[in-house]
């Protein structure tokens, strides 16, 4: 874990509005785990169960934090990370993120993310 914040912390500043580094997510209850990859959201629910989502950047910046939009089961979403400390289960890692889910209900997730391996 220590090297995965260490190798976060020297590649942040160099990244721009679209070249963060694929990012592991784990939420706060376990599932889903998440990656952020480029423009694509990849959620697995179970083992055999993963979605592959578009993201559309909701500005360009290149700073923290960053907002992207998406549809999540026919329903808009958006997905917020930020550069806070956040700590579940696993251990403790250097970004946070929230998903905020549409229609039919309205739900919050949020969890920790890092540098995936």
Known sequence: MRHALM????????TTGFALPPLACEDVGGLPVMTIEGN????????????????TPLDSA??????????????????????LPCAIASGTFPLRYYLLTGQPAHRLQHGCCTVAE
């Not at 190798?7 to 160099?14: C, M, N, S």
């Not at 990849?42 to 989502?53: D, V, Y």
């Open 7 to 14: 190798t976060l912390v020297a590649i942040l500043p160099a």
């Open 40 to 55: 694509r959201l990849h959620i697995r629910h179970a083992p055999n169960e993963t979605a592959t989502l578009p993201l």
């Open 62 to 83: 290149t700073t923290f934090p960053r907002a992207w939009t998406t549809h999540l089961n026919d329903a808009p979403a958006t997905l917020i990370l930020d550069e």
